[in-house]
Each structure stands twice: as structure tokens, then as C-alpha cells.
């Protein structure tokens, strides 16, 4: 099973090559916290985040 890792850039948690939000590959495999968004539009919080896309983000890198 390949492992979570969080993008450097945006932060959201994949697995894979390259991350599926901003399409960087600069990722950190220890991350602190995880947060769902699936709302974007809605949620306070992803707009304070500045997250406009529907996934799992790490809150701290």
C-alpha cells in the first residue's frame, strides 16, 4: 500500500506521483492533522484556508 503524503504547495493528501490539486511533486510524508473538505464553496474554514477544491488536506507540514 503506497503512503499519504501532503503536498508542499496546497497541502492536500494523495497518493501517487504528483499531487492531484495543483499537479506539483514536491511532497512531505510527515504531516500533522487532517481535515475534509467537501464543500469548498460553503465551509468558513476552507475559505480561511484559501482550499477551493474537495479533498483531505493536512493542517500542519
Known amino acids: 500500500m503506497a503512503k499519504?503524503?501532503?503536498c508542499k504547495t496546497c497541502k492536500m493528501?494523495?497518493?501517487?506521483?504528483?499531487?492531484?490539486?495543483?499537479?506539483?511533486?514536491?511532497?512531505?510524508?510527515?504531516f500533522k492533522g487532517k481535515i475534509e473538505i467537501t464543500n469548498p464553496e460553503k465551509s468558513e474554514l476552507a475559505q480561511k484556508l484559501k482550499i477551493n477544491k474537495q479533498g483531505i488536506y493536512a493542517i500542519k507540514l
Open 4 to 6: 499519504e503524503k501532503a
Open 13 to 30: 493528501i494523495y497518493e501517487g506521483e504528483s499531487c492531484p490539486s495543483c499537479g506539483k511533486k514536491e511532497t512531505s510524508e510527515s
